[in-house]
C-alpha cells in the first residue's frame, strides 16, 4: 500500500468520492510508471501527486506520491477533490480543479 494513500484516507472525509480517488490511484499504480511508456499506450498523460503539494503535508519531492494519469483520470480525481475535504484543504482542491 502507498503511505500517501494511506494519509488521503486518513484526512479526507469518508465518502464516496474518496473511495472513488483511492481507486483510481490504486488502479494506475498497477501501471508500470513511466511516462514515455504511458504516452505511446495513451497518447497524453499528466503527472499527478497523490497527496496534492498544496497541502504541505509531505511528500512534494518524493517519486512515491507521484502517479501518471490519462487526461481523464486526472479530470476526475481532481474533481473528487473537491468533494473529499472540508475547510482550507476543499477551497485548495477547488482552486486546483478550476
Do not use: W
Not at 30 to 42: N, S, V
Not at 65 to 86: D, S
Amino acid at each position: 500500500m502507498n503511505k500517501y494513500i494511506d494519509t488521503i484516507k486518513n484526512i479526507a472525509l469518508p465518502n464516496k468520492y474518496t473511495k472513488y480517488y483511492c481507486n483510481i490511484i490504486e488502479k494506475t499504480l498497477l501501471r508500470k510508471q513511466d511516462r514515455e511508456f504511458l504516452k505511446q499506450i495513451y497518447g497524453y498523460v499528466e503527472s499527478h501527486h497523490i497527496l496534492p503539494k498544496c497541502f504541505d503535508l509531505g511528500g512534494e519531492k518524493d517519486k512515491e506520491n507521484l502517479v501518471f494519469l490519462t487526461a481523464k483520470e486526472h479530470f476526475v480525481v481532481h474533481l473528487c477533490a473537491t468533494k473529499m475535504f472540508e475547510s482550507r484543504f476543499k477551497n485548495k482542491m477547488i482552486f486546483a480543479f478550476r
